[in-house]
């Protein structure tokens, strides 16, 4: 099956700054990757995705690029926010959802 | 906005019990999942479900495990004798269509085992 890894483990950061989350995926068939946003307790939310199609897609202040050759994709936030502190989790879709282990980040005021 | 809802938030239990977990999912959409996720480790895939059967389901999803749509709202996840390696948080999930359609997860239901 799909095997998807995700680094680092945990990000602090200062606020204002950029952060970076990357994953990788084994299976060449995957074509779609969701990023979902956990808060402590809460639902994982999706927060931006990519088809297998298009290499970048960016909203606000979230972007997420793909490299198919590769198989990998990262999440990039800019101008980072206290309440961006959350997990992330990155996942591939074949046939269903393999998501990575997440993400803990910290965003310092 | 619509969401996926779950009941209970919270279920404790005794090794052995049956329990039944409860998941609304959004009115118009066909495909339905659970997900677990044992503490601070990633979300694992359990099974899917559509037009009244499992389309697929992981190598967690063994015969101490079943999912059912009894109504045209619920859906529930049924396991038959709980271990305590079954504690964990249940996400039940739903998407309208085709294949990269947005999954939208419930809130949750935290399952403890004693």
């Known amino acids: 099956g799909e095997n998807v890894e995700q680094h680092p483990s945990t990000l602090s950061v200062q606020e204002g700054d950029s952060a970076v989350i990357k994953c990788t995926y084994s299976?060449?068939?995957?074509?779609?990757f969701p990023w979902y946003k956990q808060e402590l307790g809460k639902r994982p939310q999706l927060i931006i995705d990519?088809?297998?199609?298009?290499g970048e897609k960016k909203d606000q202040r979230i972007a997420v690029t793909l490299n198919k050759t590769a198989k990998h994709f990262s999440l990039h936030i800019t101008e980072t926010q206290p309440e961006d502190s959350a997990v992330y989790f990155c996942?591939?879709?074949?046939?269903?959802?393999?998501f990575g282990r997440g993400t803990q980040l910290t965003v310092w005021p | 906005e619509p969401e996926v809802t779950q009941t209970p938030s919270h279920q404790v239990t005794q090794m052995g019990q049956e329990v039944i977990l409860r998941c609304v999912p959004i009115?118009?959409?066909?495909?339905f999942y659970w997900y677990r996720q044992i503490l601070g480790q990633k979300v694992e895939f359990l099974v899917s479900?559509?037009?009244?059967?499992?389309?697929?389901k992981s190598e967690i999803f063994d015969d101490q495990f079943s999912v059912e749509r009894p109504d045209g709202s619920n859906f529930t996840l049924k396991i038959r004798s709980t271990k305590l390696e079954d504690s964990a948080m249940y996400f039940c999930?739903?998407?309208?269509?085709?294949?990269?359609?947005?999954?939208?997860f419930g809130p949750g239901t935290r399952l403890t085992v004693l």
């Open positions: 999930a739903s998407k309208r269509g085709g294949s990269t359609d947005t999954q939208y």
């Open positions: 299976d060449s068939a995957s074509n779609y």
């Open positions: 990519i088809r297998s199609n298009v």
């Open positions: 996942a591939a879709l074949v046939g269903r959802l393999y």
């Open positions: 009115s118009n959409h066909l495909y």
């Open positions: 479900f559509y037009n009244n059967e499992i389309s697929e």
